[in-house]
């Protein structure tokens, strides 16, 4: 079992990094706030909807208000940093035109403005990251949940990305980071959660 | 409304950019379902001429009156009231013994001398009768040569119900062989979509976990697919009735050319067929792209 007896309550508006080592069961945490995969114990409520109870068409919906970052990025190839942003609208059912706005809006807010025509291959692993995050950010999400969002990345852009999401933090979504770096938690004053052996510690 | 007109949009542009990506399993895919459909169709439109030729056959039914050699006027013009009673019966003449002998002579040629050596004439006279717009369900020629063959100075009564049986017997084939290769034709298509689908889910499966990720519902992700699936079956039932319409034209043709037969019709589908076909293609296209979509996502 990757994760037992957890009892974890995050605030609304708040900036939390989740570390422990390798299979620690840092990214089935995040699964689980996602509702990609069920507890087989225990609940959990999210702007308080127990996810135990929405399934189906209810439990895609909530995930529009979860933004999820990865450390693999997760673009699609095939299309533009614009089409890759924009997907996170379209499946909304969006006017196009606002969808455009919104899109040219948020590549602006993560400095990719001159890139919306670019293929992710011709872009940095920041600048994809970047793009990552617009795609999270454009629905306004409550959350935006990041597994190992650094992880590919050089210090300086670490840097650089850690920043977007204190920006991001400060606009009032609660920011949940798994993370293994050290280097990351060494200098900040947010909370951090340990997870060992499928435990949590603060 | 507005909104749900948009995502439908969406899944059009979705399904149609799938197929220009996988263009050559579409066209492989599309072009075997179209030769399936083809032959199924091709099986209907020769049973339903072959009804039709029946049927028109049998709005034209004769029979032959055998009377007894050596029969009176008075019994004769008996005979020829007990025929005019039936229903739709037309008396089409009166062949008399000698013009039955005349005939047969005719039709020797050139063996005519063979009958030279007859004392008597053998041939019987008889009434020659035609039943126009008699519904070939209510048609009973067993019962019409019990009731004539009761009428005194009738010897016997033939009609030609025994060779149109034998073509109902044929009918009956092809429907039964129609039925067969369709069905087994239905179950290829079925699982030529399934795997074009299949191919189509694996080549996006990357696609379809990120628009599960920024919240798609799983309408969203499947519906593309469902069109997919429809516009192969469509589209193969539309060339199917394309290329069998045009062999239709070019065999039609032919068959008054080489047989003479210009009454012999070769007719279409009907309007229902050809419904049918293209729902038939319908059909199988979802039917094949839930199979895939069932057997691939589990959300």
Known sequence: MALEDIDLRIRTGEFVFITGPSGAG??????????????????????????????????????????????????????????????????????????????????????????EEAYPIELSGG????????????????????????????????????????????????????????????????RIIVLHRGKAFE | MIAQLRLWSTYFKHALSSILTNRLIYTLSVGTIAISLFIFSAFVLLSVNVKSWIQGWGQTLSISVYLKDGIDEETRETIRAAISTLQGAEIKGYISKEKALQDMKGMLGSQAGLLDGLTRN???ASFEVAFRNTDRKSFEPKRIKEVLEKVRGVDEVQYSEQWLDQFKGLLDVLKVAGLAIGGLLCVAVLFIITNTIKL??????????????VGATDWYVKAPLLIEGALQGVLGALIALGVLSVMHLIFSFKVIQVFGLPLMDFVFLSKEYTLGTLFLGLLLGLLGSLIAIGRFFKF
């Open chain 1, 26 to 115: 840092k990214t089935t945490l995040l699964r689980l706030i996602f509702g990609a995969e069920p507890p087989t114990e225990g609940q959990i409520v999210i702007n308080g909807i127990n996810l135990s109870r929405v399934s189906g068409t209810k439990l895609d919906l909530l995930r529009r208000k979860i933004g999820f970052v990865f450390q693999d990025f997760k673009l699609l190839s095939r299309k533009t940093v614009f089409q890759n942003v924009a997907l996170a609208l379209e499946v909304t059912g969006e006017k196009g035109s606002v969808v455009r706005k919104k899109t040219h809006q948020m590549l602006r807010a993560v400095g990719l403005a001159a890139k």
């Open chain 1, 127 to 190: 600048e994809q990251q970047r793009v990552a995050i617009a795609r999270a950010m454009i629905n306004d999400p409550l959350i935006l949940l990041a597994d190992e969002p650094t992880g590919n990345l050089d210090p300086d852009i670490t840097r650089e990305i850690m920043v977007l999401f204190r920006s991001i933090n400060l606009r009032g979504t609660t920011v949940v980071i798994a993370t293994h770096s050290r280097e990351l938690l060494r200098n900040t004053d947010q």
């Open chain 2, 122 to 124: 053998p041939l019987p």
């Open chain 2, 200 to 213: 189509a889910i694996y080549s996006r499966r990357n696609e379809i976990e990120i628009y599960k990720l």
